[in-house]
């Protein structure tokens, strides 16, 4: 009998159930896509509305809602503890790409990311950490309340029973969570009270501890050149001369400073103005194309004017540090009728020649010592003026470290000292948003208005001024601002001047020795200007 041969049918692959992708998509694919679209777009709504972050209190507030509901809706879509790494991810991603390729913004805190430097690090830490330290609690809170409702609203599918001990570790794995989530939330209630805080200006007590009858402590939001600005006033007595304070940098605040020397108030009405896109006024920085030196001039007079209304008075005082001295001399030629006199501190008289004379010298310093990276940095650099905002950063910060090298002198009998990141930034005058505000109008306020100085000369420009003059000058500042100075003193001309040293003092001698200080403002310009005729 033949055999009978039967073919075999190849083996066919295994049908993929039509649909399947559907199934993905409706299941996974949507809610995720869904989840990252919702977080992205709050970043992209937030860097489109505040390219530089919540600079005011009402800001931070619509910030913390905004990522709550953001982070609940991811959690709803994705019904995944996944949206809450993924929420506050999405957000930041759309809110810096946002930021650095669509917001027409201006300052050093926008631009290339470089952690090489110590300047490009503080700069990434202001802008970009700061955001997300803010930004990523609320985001997380929300997801994880979106995804908790999500899943209770899921049907449960049944369980197998359980032993014992895996009920009592999956308890205790809820109640961790549930109190780190309680936790979280104190956590963000906490973070919106401080960015809502305002700072406050503590009374003047006498005695007794009561506020003086008379006296004066105030912030004053002010309408100047259009922006809202600030200006901290205090003082024991209302009917006392008033002086107005401008800060160095540009973008410094003394503020601090300037409220620890008190005895200052017995005999003034001390105001310490914020200047635009500084400190509290960081939010009238933009748009940054009217940041010009006229503007800032423009905007001290309508301030001055505004004080001598606010308090009877027919002038005042005008106390200048650093850029201070440059603003406050170019008020003074352009208003000199509404100041019993101009007092200058650390006076800066053109700050492109005093730059390139630090260069040299910091150059020449280097190669003294042997120091061949710092001479390299240098030479890498070139003289200034610098186009890169973080290249001008960074001399500046080295060369700054470089003072008690070029120039050395003792420091320890200093009263008051200036450069110090709690004295400068964080202090009960201001709340948490002014202090980060105070950190970023630095950076930005200075790489901005900085270089529109570089024409700024005042033995050309301002060596005519008609009201009295005092020049403070310490003994041990750096010849690169001191030699300038005294070159425009000479040829100053002024109803009366005087030049007046300070023995102990570098560039602050208004803090370093603010004893003196106190008694020269109190003693010699009070009594021979005040009250005396135009």
């Given at each position: 009998m033949a055999a009978t041969q039967t073919s075999r049918a190849p083996l066919a692959a295994p049908a993929v159930p039509a649909g399947r992708w559907r199934l993905w998509w409706a299941g996974y694919g949507r809610p995720l896509t869904g989840a990252v679209a919702v977080?992205?777009?709050?970043?992209?709504?937030?860097?489109?509305?505040?390219?530089?972050g919540p600079v005011t209190r009402g800001q931070a507030l619509v910030l913390l809602a905004g990522l709550l509901v953001a982070g609940v809706a991811a959690g709803v879509l994705l019904r995944s503890r996944w949206a809450v790494p993924l929420a506050p991810v999405a957000h930041l991603v759309g809110f810096e790409v946002t930021r650095a390729t669509v917001?027409?913004?201006?300052?050093?805190?926008?631009?290339?990311?470089?952690?090489g430097t110590s300047a490009g690090a503080l700069l990434f830490v202001v802008s970009h950490l700061f955001y997300a330290i803010v930004t990523v609690p609320p985001a997380v809170l929300g997801a994880i309340a979106g995804a908790a409702y999500a899943r209770r609203r899921r049907p449960s599918p049944a369980r197998s029973p359980r032993s014992r001990a895996r009920r009592i570790a999956g308890r205790a794995g809820l109640a961790l969570r549930m109190s780190l989530t309680v936790l979280l939330a104190a956590g963000v209630a906490l973070a919106g009270f401080q960015l809502a805080r305002p700072g406050q200006?503590?009374?003047?007590?006498?005695?007794?501890?009561?506020?003086?009858?008379?006296?004066?402590?105030?912030?004053?939001?002010?309408?100047?050149g259009g922006t809202d600005q600030w200006v901290s006033i205090r003082g024991r007595d209302v009917d006392n001369p008033v002086l107005l304070y401008l800060s160095g940098g540009p973008g410094g605040s003394d503020l601090a400073l300037v409220r620890w020397n008190k005895r200052m108030e017995d005999s003034f009405t001390v105001a310490v103005w914020e200047q635009r896109g500084t400190g509290m006024s960081y939010a009238s920085l933009d748009p940054t194309a009217e940041l010009t030196v006229d503007r800032m001039v423009a905007d001290g007079i309508e301030l001055t004017r505004w004080l001598r209304t606010r308090f009877d008075e027919q002038k005042i005082y005008m106390v200048g540090n650093s850029w201070g001295t440059i603003l406050g001399v170019l008020m003074a030629q352009r208003a000199p009728e509404l100041f019993w006199a101009y007092v200058g501190t650390g006076q800066m008289v053109?700050?492109?020649?005093?730059?390139?004379?630090?260069?040299?010298?910091?150059?020449?310093?280097?190669?003294?010592?042997?120091?061949?990276?710092?001479?390299?940095?240098?030479?890498a650099w070139g003289p200034?003026?610098?186009?890169?905002?973080?290249?001008?950063?960074?001399?500046?910060?080295t060369i700054g470290l470089l003072y008690e090298d070029l120039e050395p002198y003792d420091l320890a009998a200093t009263e008051i000292r200036p450069n110090t990141m709690t004295n400068r930034f964080f202090h009960g005058e201001y709340g948490l948003l002014d202090s980060w505000n105070s950190l970023r109008g630095l950076a930005d306020m200075f790489s901005v208005l900085y270089p529109r100085l570089q024409d700024v000369d005042l033995r050309t420009g301002a060596d005519r001024l008609d009201l009295p003059v005092y020049v403070l000058e310490g003994r041990h500042e750096l010849s690169a601002r001191r030699l300038p100075a005294l070159d425009w003193y000479d040829k100053l001309q002024a109803p009366g001047k005087q030049l007046i040293w300070f023995e102990r003092s570098g560039h602050n001698p208004q803090f370093e020795e603010a004893t003196r200080y106190t008694e020269l403002m109190s003693g010699t310009v009070l009594t021979a200007t005040y009250g005396s005729s135009p």
């Open positions: 977080g992205v777009l709050s970043g992209v709504l937030s860097a489109a509305s505040m390219p530089r917001a027409d913004v201006e300052g050093a805190l926008f631009g290339p990311v470089h952690l200006v503590a009374p003047v007590l006498g005695s007794d501890g009561e506020p003086v009858p008379g006296s004066v402590a105030t912030h004053e939001r002010i309408r100047l053109s700050v492109a020649e005093t730059d390139r004379i630090l260069y040299r010298q910091s150059l020449a310093y280097a190669e003294r010592i042997g120091d061949d990276s710092l001479a390299a940095r240098l030479r200034p003026p610098y186009d890169d905002p973080l290249i001008d950063a960074t001399a500046h910060a």
